[in-house]
């Protein structure tokens, strides 16, 4: 089975993230690696009693969105990117 469409494809936009929105994503990473660390079960990373209160975790999505809505504001189009990516990938084909 093919997944080859005879749509014509369309050229990648690119978008430009400063240092610091890419050590936010970084850290964000960092921070759900460690939830999931935090959360899975039979992991002993916190005692059998221990109970997720719904305001910490209503507190942490609500982190996480306003982190990731930095992030996304931060990062620009760059039209140069995007010429040198489709210039890099016209010499691949």
Known sequence: MSLATAAPQRAP???ALPESAHIELVQMRN?????AQLTELGSGA???DARLRP????WWFSR???DIDA???????CIELANAH???CSHDT
């Open 13 to 15: 936009t690119v978008y």
């Open 31 to 35: 921070h759900l690696q460690l939830m």
């Open 46 to 48: 916190i005692g059998p």
């Open 55 to 58: 305001e910490a975790l209503g």
């Open 64 to 66: 996480l969105q306003r």
């Open 71 to 77: 992030v996304i504001s931060a990062s620009s189009f």
């Open 86 to 88: 489709a210039a890099s």
